[in-house]
């Protein structure tokens, strides 16, 4: 049966979730939670199940799940919820960037909390900048005794009202003579100078809370800050923690277009051929991420890593737009005229193209890299 073995895994590590969400009718979950002051309901819900442990080793609490896993997982929860799905992606993408960067067994108190409560890490990278790299920061950085004091915006923020613990990027004081160094901070989200607004104005993955967080000299303690290298090197933690959004990041898409697809089948809509050759193209886009996720502890080059994770990126996000589109027309005008549903998840669908390295600021880097350069991504 479609999307059987992705929905088995999640009834595995999350018995009951997959029933619970079926129970909230798709635009409650999505769109009805609008304002950077109400939190999205199902982001609750995959707390109380646990969800926030995914990732996490499990001799801190976690389920420390597989890449397969983690992918397969992603995927059927994008079929019920995008929002859901996009959320929890920034989340363990977060956790994955942390446990690479801590080498202090003291550090993983950390985890600790997070996996005993269920607490969510939002995602501070973006600060809204079109055409900038999401690792060169603005933030305003002010070094002090015992750590930093931070000042500035970010946004979008994904988990902005959900959040427990906001992640962020900046970029560390120079010292004469010395290359710009990134880091990232980790900030609890009631600390005094945090403010939020309203940032997301478009109908799609509204339920991502993903608002404008802005920062007014807030300190940040010297435990929490984590260095992570020049932001124009792909060294090992930038690499693997890359490799690991593209995984979950496509996964989650991949869901929301499963959807439209899994519809037709429940709606008998076009011929059998017509429906395989959607399904098939999904199952391949799966398969190649089944590759890249085994690919992470291969130990290949970094560059090699990254290239890869790219390549499957865009060729799911083709398949994303060819598949979403065939499915809402196999679904016909009726379908899309008396329910939100079908276009709602169009747009949600598409949204993968809108993430980090866009096709235009990796081109030439890929170009370089196939002719034998280093590969290096704008």
Same mark, same amino acid.
């Given at each position: ?228 290298? /020049? ?9 693997? *923690?890359?490799?690991?959004?593209? $995984? #979950? !990041?496509? =996964? ?75 499915? /809402? ?9 008396? *329910?939100?549903?079908?276009?709602? $998840? #169009? !747009?949600? =669908? ?29």
């Amino acid at each position: 049966m479609f999307l059987a073995k992705e929905r088995t895994i999640l009834e595995k590590f999350f018995p009951g979730l997959d029933e619970a969400l079926l129970r909230i009718p798709l635009m409650e979950m999505e769109n009805q939670h609008n304002s950077s002051t109400q939190a999205n309901p199902t982001l609750k819900l995959f707390s109380n199940f646990g969800g926030p442990r995914l990732l996490i080793p499990a001799k801190y609490g976690g389920m420390q799940v597989t890449p397969l896993h983690a992918i397969q997982i992603q995927r059927a929860l994008g079929s019920r919820s995008p929002s859901l799905a996009v959320a929890a992606t920034m989340h363990h993408f977060t956790v994955a960037i942390i446990q690479e960067m801590i080498s202090d067994e003291s550090g993983f108190d950390l985890f600790e909390r997070v996996a005993k409560h269920n607490l969510y890490f939002s995602s501070g990278f973006a600060e809204g900048r079109t055409g900038s790299s999401i690792f060169n920061s603005h933030m305003q950085v002010k070094p002090v005794s015992g750590g930093l004091i931070i000042s500035g915006s970010k946004k979008p923020c994904t988990l902005s009202m959900s959040m427990d613990l906001m992640t962020a990027s900046v970029i560390l004081p120079t010292v004469d003579g010395q290359a710009d160094e990134i880091a990232l901070v980790i900030i609890p989200a009631d600390s005094p100078g945090i403010k939020r607004q309203p940032f997301w104005k478009s109908f799609a993955l509204t339920g991502t809370e993903s608002h404008e967080v802005i920062l007014n000299e807030v300190y940040v303690p010297e435990k929490y800050i984590y260095n992570m290298g /020049a932001p124009s090197k792909f060294d090992k933690v930038v690499a693997r *923690s890359f490799i690991w959004f593209e $995984l #979950l !990041a496509c =996964a989650a898409y991949l869901g929301v277009s499963s959807s439209l697809v899994e519809r037709c089948f429940i709606a008998n809509r076009g011929t059998p051929s017509e429906r395989v050759a959607l399904a098939t193209e999904l199952e391949g886009a799966m398969s190649a991420l089944q590759g890249l996720a085994c690919s992470i502890t291969d130990g290949e080059k970094h560059d090699d890593l990254i290239a890869q994770a790219i390549f499957v990126r865009y060729f799911v996000q083709d398949v994303i737009e060819r598949v979403a589109m065939g499915a /809402a027309e196999l679904l016909g005008g009726m379908a899309f005229v008396k *329910s939100p549903e079908i276009a709602y $998840l #169009l !747009a949600s =669908a598409r949204a993968l193209a809108f993430h980090p390295p866009s096709r235009l600021s990796a081109g030439a880097g890929l170009d370089k890299y196939l002719f034998g350069e280093p590969l290096q991504i704008g």
